[in-house]
């Protein structure tokens, strides 16, 4: 009896193991096509120079890349992005946006 309730537990547990493992399958493809419903839009709304930009900005600073990536779309449904966006345009917005963050130092006593 103990084989049995010892089997029915590993099935339960394999059952669930592989019902996460779609489940992370789902998600993981949902978040592909988002992003490459993200790449086709910043293709239409940047110039070739600035996507290059805005790319090797992804490279060193991820979240802060994803955040203008995001900014850049909005604004550009919105109407308030020439199309394409010029990498100079690319850039003074860049530098708009890094003027905004808040510097941090740190003093040694």
């Known amino acids: ?10 099935k ?8 996460r493992v779609s489940d992370e399958q789902r998600q993981a493809q949902a ?3 988002i992003e490459q419903q993200k790449q086709v839009l910043l293709a239409k709304i940047l110039a070739p120079e600035a996507r290059q930009r805005l790319n090797n900005l992804k490279m060193v600073k991820r979240d802060f890349a994803e955040q203008i990536e995001l900014q850049l779309i909005e604004m550009a449904q919105a109407g308030r992005l020439p199309i394409p966006l010029s990498d100079t345009q690319l850039k003074s917005i860049l530098i708009q946006l890094q003027s905004r963050k808040r510097e941090t130092t740190i003093r040694r006593i």
Do not use: F
């Open 31 to 33: 978040e592909q096509q």
């Open 12 to 19: 339960r547990k394999l059952l669930s193991m592989q019902n």
């Open 1 to 10: 009896m103990a084989d049995d309730e010892l089997e029915q537990i590993r």
